[in-house]
Nanobody
Framework: EVQLVESGGGLVQAGESLTLSCAHS????????ISWFRQAPGKERVGVAC???????????NVVKGVKDRFDISRDSAENTVSLRMNNLSPEDTAVYYC????????????????????WGQGTQVTVYT
């Protein structure tokens, strides 16, 4: 059984940094990708970053404002975790952040939308205040 468990969310002041972690287990194939999505109140869920677990190829959103300059995604194959490092946070980053797992096409030339993903974590709240 595949499990994804997010951690690391919280309440932070604008300008601070935060690292989210997604602990994953149960994959029966080695060609999965993990993505981070976020969903602000009243808005749709959007992808911010993805990484392929076998090769480490990663993509950051060029659609969500500021992600490429401030966020990064990495994996720790020994610990079976994927991290999202977020720097210089602003109130616009306030959202519930989800990690999701899908086969390689989910993270092939960018971050594909939610229907590409088979498994989702429960989400972790990030709130940024001024």
């Amino acid at each position: 059984e595949v499990q994804l468990v997010e951690s690391g969310g919280g309440l932070v002041q604008a300008g601070e940094s935060l690292t989210l972690s997604c602990a994953h287990s149960g994959f029966t194939f080695d060609d999965y990708a993990i993505s981070w999505f976020r969903q602000a109140p009243g808005k749709e869920r959007v992808g911010v970053a993805c990484i392929r677990l076998n090769k480490g190829t990663r993509f950051l959103s060029n659609v969500v404002k500021g992600v490429k300059d401030r966020f990064d995604i990495s994996r720790d194959s020994a610990e079976n975790t994927v991290s999202l490092r977020m720097n210089n946070l602003s109130p616009e980053d306030t959202a519930v952040y989800y990690c999701a797992a899908g086969r390689t096409p989910a993270c092939m030339v960018g971050i594909n939308p939610p229907p590409y993903y088979d498994f989702w974590g429960q989400g972790t709240q990030v709130t940024v205040y001024t």
